[in-house]
Structure formats: C-alpha cells, structure tokens
C-alpha cells in the first residue's frame, strides 16, 4: 500500500515549455486534488475532482489543467510554464468528503 | 471570502513545556476544520477534524479543541518529535470540496 505517488520529486522547466506531474492513488480514494505551496501563502487549491470524469476548479487554476479518467490517477498539465509556477506541488486524496486527506511527498518545480 | 489565520508563526518550546497553538477563521458556514502537520520536504499528514463549537479530539500529547471563532491546538508535554509545522485548513459551505489552509505554525521543540 503505497498512498499517494508523486513524480517527479524535482523538476526545471523552461519558461513556455510543458509539462505533466503525475500522481497516483491505491486505496481506492474517490476525492482527489492538487495543491501548490508557496513561503509564506499557505496551501492553494488548483484542481480537484470527485470521482473519475468529474473535476473543478479551485482557487489558482489558470495555467493549469487536470483530467481524471481513472479512480487512481490525477495528473496535472502545466500548459506553458511561467516562473510565478514554480512551486511545491502536493497531489492529496480521500475517501470522502470531510475526511482528512492523505498527502503525497511533493514535487518541487522551478521554472527559469 | 474564507480566511485562516494562524499563530504564533513560530514557536520554540523547551521539552515538556506546554503551549497552545492558535488558528482563527472567518467563513460563511463551517463544515470542517482539519489539523495537519508538516515535517520539512513532506506533505502534511493529517491529524484531525473538527465538525462543531465545543468539539475535542486527542491525540498521544496533540488535544484540539473549537470554537465558534476559532480552534487551538494543545501539546501537552511536548518532546523534538513533535518538532514540525502545523497546519490547519477549513472546509466551508459552498466552497465544495475545497481547503483554505492557514500559513502554519513552525514549532520547535528543544531538550
């Protein structure tokens, strides 16, 4: 049982250029979202989905998009990076609403 | 709009010094408030929910109590393993299943 996977860890991207962060589930959670943290901002809400083929918006979805065609996975699409995107990205899941969300270990993007 | 705000931002407790941490929250309707702690370079890992004012849960020396206004969360005794950011987020009505997460506390916890 490994909980939520993250890849890459790390990652340096070029301004324009685009990329997925992968992330993947095994415990059959059917809530998953995508989080960017920033020093001093706390954890902001990009995407989140309830179940497969079901996603929206959170509060800094611009730049970015999500698809989620399976219960396991919930990639996130950087479309043309920019340097204001770079940031720690936690992809997060849980079993269902209101309950405490299990967190990846994070991948660190910088773009120059 | 939803706001959390939390404090100290940091904290340095000498081992078995008690303290409180503070997170206050403005929101439309309060469905949830989460505890996480984060250790450097990880994700937060969850430790609890609240649903309602006047609502406590433990946990080994983590108590966390709400109120109407705002939840506090209790180290009781503490040691360097309990060194660690905490986090606390807040689902609201309407927000779907969105978290507003507060910036942290950095606590540290010294021999």
């Known amino acids: 049982n490994a909980g939520v996977t993250q890849t890459p860890k790390f990652q340096v991207l070029k301004t324009g250029q685009s990329m997925t962060l992968q992330c993947a589930q095994d415990?059959?959670?059917?809530?998953m979202s995508w989080y960017r943290q920033d020093p001093g901002m706390g954890l902001r809400l990009i995407h989140y989905s309830v179940g497969a083929g079901i996603t929206d918006q959170g509060e800094v979805p611009n730049g970015y998009n999500v698809s989620r065609s399976t219960t396991e996975d919930f990639p996130l699409r950087l479309l043309s990076a920019a340097p204001s995107q770079t940031s720690v990205y936690f992809c997060?899941?849980?079993?269902?609403?209101?309950?405490?969300?299990?967190f990846g270990s994070g991948t660190r993007l910088t773009v120059v | 709009e939803d706001q959390v705000t939390q404090s100290p931002e940091a904290l340095r407790l000498q081992e078995g010094e008690s303290s409180s941490l503070n997170c206050s929250y403005t929101v439309s309707g309060l469905r949830g408030l989460f505890w996480y702690r984060q250790d450097p370079g990880k994700g937060p890992e969850f430790l609890f929910t609240?649903?309602?004012a006047g609502e406590e849960k433990e946990k080994e020396r983590l108590k966390a109590t709400l109120t109407k206004k705002e939840s506090f969360l209790h180290i009781t005794a503490p040691k360097p393993e309990d060194s660690a950011t905490y986090l606390c987020?807040?689902?609201?009505?309407?927000?779907?299943?969105?978290?507003?997460f507060g910036t942290g506390t950095q606590l540290k916890v010294e021999l």
């Open positions: 987020a807040v689902q609201a009505t309407g927000g779907g299943n969105k978290l507003t």
């Open positions: 997060a899941s849980s079993p269902r609403d209101l309950y405490g969300y299990t």
């Open positions: 609240l649903y309602s």
């Open positions: 415990m059959n959670h059917e809530y």
